[in-house]
């Protein structure tokens, strides 16, 4: 059974601080890897999608690498603003029908 | 384009009362998903259609949850009798085809059994 977990569960940054959130799963067999953010009250918004032969993807300030042998994602933020506060979930498929599989967010807060 | 709509936003019953979500997918897409947020964890999936047709139902508690989507668009989510541990956010998301990894998700409906 895939186990997805996501550390830091929280993290307080003061404005302009690049940052790094941590993602694992414990079976490496993915089809792709997905980061999505989750404001308060809202649902979900899907940031960077890796497909399992992809290394990494850049969408602005934002780059999320895959390292499928150790079973890791990371979630790089440059420059971070007040305005990237919200919570940052990784979700994982590993068929191109199957469900996704979500670890349990990181819930970040940048101090302007 | 309009978004994937959910109602009602928020909901508090008492336990062993029924509810019901209702959500309507973005026009066009074939597949819908209703999730189940526990507060401080991740969504989890607790069924998905394809068109009418159920794709995946093993997560769902088949002896309180129901879920139809009859016409193969909008749909409802229907818990009875509900129990303290359903307290949580049911998010709708729907995608053009199965095998798309694109979910568009709506707001959510906050549910608090007390």
């Known amino acids: 059974k895939q186990e997805v977990t996501q550390i830091p569960a929280a993290l307080s940054v003061p404005e302009g601080e690049n940052l790094v959130l941590n993602c694992s799963f414990t079976?490496?067999?993915?089809?792709?890897l997905q980061w999505f953010r989750q404001d308060p009250g809202k649902g979900l918004t899907s940031l960077l999608l890796?497909?399992?032969?992809?290394r990494e993807q850049t969408s602005g300030r934002l780059n999320a690498s895959l390292d499928k042998s150790s079973g890791r994602s990371t979630l790089y933020i440059a420059a971070s603003q007040p305005g990237d506060s919200a919570t940052y979930l990784c979700?994982?498929?590993?068929?191109?029908?199957?469900?996704?599989?979500f670890g349990e967010g990181t819930q970040l807060t940048v101090n302007p | 384009e309009a978004g994937v709509a959910q109602s009602p936003r928020y909901k508090i019953i008492e336990k062993r009362q029924s509810v019901a979500f209702w959500c309507n997918p973005i026009?066009?897409?074939?597949?819908l998903y209703w999730y189940q947020q526990i507060l401080g964890q991740g969504p989890k999936l607790l069924i998905q259609?394809?068109?009418?047709?159920?794709?995946?139902d093993s997560q769902l508690p088949k002896d309180r949850f129901s879920a139809e989507r009859l016409k193969g668009v909008d749909s409802t989510l229907k818990i009875q009798p509900a129990k303290l541990e359903d307290s949580a956010v049911y998010l709708c998301?729907?995608?053009?085809?199965?095998?798309?990894?694109?979910?568009?998700f709506g707001p959510g409906t906050r549910l608090t059994v007390t």
């Open positions: 998301a729907s995608s053009l085809e199965f095998w798309e990894h694109e979910q568009y």
């Open positions: 079976d490496s067999a993915i089809y792709n």
């Open positions: 890796i497909q399992s032969s992809q």
């Open positions: 979700a994982v498929k590993e068929t191109s029908g199957s469900r996704l599989t």
């Open positions: 026009s066009g897409h074939a597949t």
């Open positions: 259609f394809q068109n009418n047709g159920v794709v995946d």
